[in-house]
Nanobody, 120 residues
C-alpha cells in the first residue's frame, strides 16, 4: 500500500521560506514519479512541482519557478519541496503525490496534505 506522509507546513510571513517533506513507503521509490500538488480554498488543484523517475527531469508550475525546488532522497524514500520567497498566493494545502504519470495531476496516490499559510 502506497503511503505518503507530509510534514513541514505552517504559518510564514510573505518573503519567508518553508521546506515540506514527504515520507514515502509501500512502493519502489525509484520507480515512481513523485511530486507536489496544492489546492487553495475554492480553487482547483494545481501541480506545483514533479520529478520524473525515468530521467530525473523536473517540472515546475510557472507561478513557482525560481522560488521552489523539488528534491528526492532515494536512500531515505523522501521527497522535499524547498519554498523560498513565499507569496500570499502560495497559501494552500500541499499534497505529496506519487505514481506513474507525465503530469503532476496524473499521479494517483496522495498524502493527507499539509497546510501552508503565508501572511502579509
Amino acid at each position: 500500500e502506497v503511503q505518503l506522509v507530509e510534514s513541514g507546513g505552517g504559518l510564514v510571513q510573505a518573503g519567508g521560506s518553508l521546506t515540506l517533506s514527504c515520507a514515502a513507503s509501500g512502493f519502489t521509490f525509484d520507480d515512481y514519479d513523485i511530486g507536489w500538488i496544492r489546492q487553495a480554498p475554492g480553487k482547483e488543484r494545481v501541480g506545483v512541482s514533479c520529478l520524473s523517475s525515468s530521467d530525473g527531469s523536473t517540472y515546475y508550475a510557472d507561478s513557482v519557478k525560481g522560488r521552489f525546488t523539488i528534491a528526492a532522497d532515494n536512500a531515505k524514500n523522501m521527497v522535499y519541496l524547498q519554498m523560498n520567497n513565499l507569496k500570499l498566493e502560495d497559501t494552500a494545502v500541499y499534497y505529496c503525490a506519487a505514481g506513474r504519470s507525465n503530469t503532476c495531476l496524473g499521479l494517483s496516490s496522495w498524502g493527507q496534505g499539509t497546510q501552508v499559510t503565508v501572511s502579509s
